[in-house]
């Protein structure tokens, strides 16, 4: 396991950000822009090449592709990605299993179709009825706002961060020496979060990053200002995520040792708010990113607790609107007995109504459990999936399998289960769909690479699928 870094430089620069926005017009709905940018005396700014990404796809290496398991009419369509690094469309009218991109990850999903970061640059939608769209065709990171404006890393060795409206080419938004690292729009495509790396002050003992990672926002009129700074010089800040009121969830590492970061010692859940910069320190967690998920109505749950085992010290909270804290379910520091261990968070994906909360819950073991929970024998390998209901809390489970993560559709109605098979080292991940008040019924296996269990390495439905159920 690697903990990147990015190292910082020690270079100031001005950058002038004037907003769109008429002065003085507090409720404009304009993207931040930046209309000059301080450089070198007569040194121009150059937008970056565009080249369109390469999606073509290449023969996959045998007994590494995932497999259908049937037609699920009312299953919907799914992408799903292979351990062949490779992204299949599985249609659930005919049963149909098709490779249609390769060496890209799951970056978003939209009504549309999920959008998929390429390794080979640039951002392309895959639309659910099979057709694709280029959204940013370039830069080594990329993410695209809810109003269609790309932001991108310059490829090759230029790091500026560049946006894209569709109209006039790309501009420069912050130069390379800025030093950005990760970024993330708002709900509503009009504010940018990036993490900074920034130069260590003083001595820096041998080893150690010569940066440290801070959190700034570029809101809606331009303005640019930290609103995260946290006081350990090894600060290291991942996984932004945007609620819908304006809050911003991330995590911290504060190591630089890859054990530790494993156990969750040294990882931190932050909230912020950006409208009144107020913090919330949810305490030790482990760093996986699909472990904190927004609800649409403002409810932040996530999983607390420390340990590289999953099955052991994780319980469920919920961090409500109010900053008050409810738990959900899972014990933290109980083993055996009636202790059970909460992970895998996921809300139903609507509007306009509260939503509803699900997650995979089962008996809580520790360390030594880790060969029954591998081979599916034992009380740390009885996981559920559990809905919360109107009539109250409901299980779901795929026969014979474990159960390892969950998703709602937008009615409620149904859910994606993520299962696994007892006692198999790699691709033992099935997706199954399960009606509320029905037999479930597998859809596509063979998925998933090696890792269950430990180092929070816990196979998660938000980063290997995109469901059109979900998305409506």
């Known amino acids: 396991m690697t903990l990147g870094r ?23 709905q304009a993207e931040p822009s930046v ?12 937008s970056p090449s565009v080249s369109p990404p390469g999606p073509s796809p290449t023969a996959q290496p045998a007994g590494v592709a995932p497999v259908s398991a049937g037609a699920v009419a009312e299953a919907g369509v799914l992408y799903v990605w292979g351990a062949d690094d490779s992204i299949y469309r599985y249609d659930g009218a005919t049963g149909a299993l098709e490779r249609v991109w390769r060496a890209s990850t799951l970056a978003g999903e939209t009504a549309d179709g999920p959008n998929v970061l390429g390794r080979h640059g640039g951002l392309t939608l895959l639309r659910w009825d099979g057709t694709t769209e280029p959204k940013c065709p370039t830069g080594s990171f990329a993410t695209i706002s809810s109003k269609g404006t790309c932001a991108f890393t310059g490829g090759g060795g230029d790091s500026a961060v560049y946006v894209n409206r569709g109209i006039g080419g790309a501009q420069m938004l912050l130069p390379a020496d800025w030093d950005a690292g990760s970024y993330a ?28 990672n801070t959190l700034w926002l570029l809101d809606r009129r331009g303005a640019l200002t930290k609103i995260f700074d946290s006081s350990n010089a090894l600060s290291f800040l991942y996984g932004l995520k945007w609620s819908f009121d304006g809050r911003i969830a991330f995590w911290e590492n504060a190591t630089t040792s890859n054990s530790i970061a494993a ?13 009144t910069r107020a913090k919330v320190d949810l305490g030790t967690t482990l760093g996986s990113r699909a472990w904190a998920q927004w609800s649409a109505d403002g409810r932040l749950a996530f999983v607390s607790g420390g340990g590289r085992e999953t099955w052991g010290n994780k319980q469920l909270v919920v961090l409500e609107r109010d900053g008050t804290r409810r738990t ?43 060969p029954d929970y591998f081979r599916a024998v034992g009380p740390t390998a009885q996981r559920v999936a559990v809905l919360e209901t109107p009539g109250g809390r409901a299980s779901l489970s795929c026969p014979g399998l474990v159960t390892e993560g969950v998703r709602w559709s937008a009615d409620a109605n149904a859910a994606l289960l993520l299962c696994r098979a007892p006692g198999v080292d790699q691709h033992a991940l099935q997706l199954w769909y399960a009606p509320l008040g029905g037999t479930p019924r597998a859809l596509v296996t063979g998925l998933g690479d090696l890792g269950f269990g430990y180092y929070g390495l816990q196979p998660s439905l938000f980063d290997i699928v995109a469901w059109s159920l979900a998305d409506r």
């Open 185 to 212: 729009w708002s709900p509503d495509g009009l504010e940018l979060a990036i993490v900074r790396n920034e130069p260590r002050v003083g001595p820096v003992p041998a080893l150690e990053p010569s940066s440290r």
């Open 6 to 28: 990015m190292h910082g430089r020690r270079f100031a620069v001005v950058v002038a950000l004037l907003a769109t926005a008429c002065a003085g017009d507090v409720g404009s």
């Open 328 to 370: 959900v379910a899972g014990d933290l520091g109980r083993i055996g007995g009636s202790a059970s261990a909460a992970i895998a968070p996921a809300w139903q994906p609507t509007l306009g109504a509260p939503a509803r909360l699900a997650w995979i819950e089962g008996p809580a073991g520790g360390i030594g459990a880790s």
């Open 35 to 46: 209309t000059s940018v301080a450089t070198a005396p007569g040194r121009p700014i150059a």
């Open 263 to 275: 156990d969750g010692g040294a990882t931190t859940l932050h909230v912020v708010d950006v409208h």
